[in-house]
């Protein structure tokens, strides 16, 4: 329930827009406030959490220290959200990026991870839609058309729970833009977020490593086809989905097999884990959400002279390649046509 809440326009700091800061919170009625809880909560629907840091220390991450002034002080939300807006500002000096309003908002108990624990939003709407309202008068009906925020679609946002504040506490965060300048200005110039070590990265990040693994690192190392590729592919998947926990060693056994691969394998994963900034378990319980999207990007495809396709989503021995005077072929066995 949001119980505090006030609103700032920011604009594009090179085009020298500016900022227009309210005089005082935001005044909202049952009605304005059911609405905007629908509007600001419903698109967080993903199990990914990120946490506020700094290189520094987290004593340098404005927006860290503004959100721990209002969680131990709730009634400095609207001065906190003055300093968050022209901090914001600050940020926004790419050329593309839109000026629009800026929300800062007190939500409390919100359920998140298994427990009830409080949650700051920081929201900025940029894109605005046309509407029409109907006007009746007269004895007859016109039109006028306004311009307004769309409430099915939230530009940008995050909910910083009060959850884990020596670590920079639990974010989940929201960016609909989908462009590179506005992801970074967003998250990294303004949040200072970074993911957070849990099973949801670790699933998401070792499926990552091991499917770059097969399909990039060991064809240079190895004679492999197509095929085995994608049936190394299958196998982690299956590993995955039949699994509740993950342990390296025995995905290394189970789906790699091969001494030689593994060795390589395992190389490949300490250099991954350097080239990437990060750091993956041996051991750990899945995340079935982060197995269903990461699952989407293992493409098991074979594309043949652009114009072929043959998707393999089972036994990998059902299949052969080979060549002969025609040129090169792939020999498929069945049982059954559907």
């Not at 987290?58 to 901090?87: H, M, R, W």
């Not at 894109?127 to 530009?155: A, M, R, T, W, Y």
């Not at 025995?250 to 991954?272: C, D, G, L, M």
Request: aromatic fraction near 14%; proline fraction near 2%; hydrophobic fraction near 35%.
């Amino acid at each position: 329930m949001i119980t505090n809440a006030s609103i700032h326009f920011v604009g594009n700091k090179s085009a020298e827009e500016g900022t227009i800061i309210s005089t005082s919170r935001m005044a909202l009625d049952d009605g304005m406030r059911a609405i905007l809880e629908n509007h600001f909560l419903t698109p967080f629907t993903s199990e990914e959490y990120f946490q506020l840091y700094h290189d520094s220390g987290l004593e340098y991450n404005v927006v860290y220290g503004a959100v721990t002034q209002i969680f131990d002080a709730p009634e400095t939300l609207y001065e906190q959200s003055v300093n968050l807006a022209k901090y914001l500002y600050d940020q926004s000096t790419h050329p593309k990026i839109k000026g629009g309003e800026f929300y800062v908002v007190y939500f409390k108990d919100c359920f998140v991870g298994g427990e009830t624990a409080d949650a700051v939003g920081l929201f900025k709407s940029e894109n605005k839609d046309s509407f029409l309202k109907v006007l009746i008068g007269g004895g007859g009906f016109s039109l006028d058309c306004e311009q307004g925020i769309p409430l099915k679609k939230l530009d940008k946002g995050c909910l910083v729970f009060n959850k884990d504040r020596d670590n920079g506490f639990v974010v989940a965060v929201v960016d609909n833009t989908n462009r590179g300048f506005e992801a970074q200005y967003w998250m990294d110039d303004f949040l200072h977020l970074r993911q957070r070590k849990d099973e949801y990265s670790n699933t998401h990040n070792v499926m990552a490593m091991a499917k770059s693994f097969v399909t990039q690192e060991l064809p240079k190392s190895f004679e492999v086809t197509k095929a085995d590729q994608i049936e190394l592919l299958n196998k982690s998947l299956q590993f995955f989905k039949e699994k509740d926990t993950f342990d390296m060693e025995a995905f290394a056994q189970e789906v790699i097999e091969q001494p030689e691969v593994i060795e390589s394998f395992q190389e490949y994963k300490r250099n991954y884990e350097s080239e990437n900034d990060i750091s993956i378990d041996d051991s750990f319980a899945i995340s079935s959400y982060a197995f269903k999207k990461q699952q989407r990007s293992y493409k098991r495809v074979i594309n043949l002279d652009k114009k072929i396709q043959i998707i393999i989503n089972g036994n990998r021995d059902h299949i052969e390649q080979g060549e002969d005077e025609r040129g090169k072929y792939y020999k498929v066995y069945y049982r059954e046509e559907e």
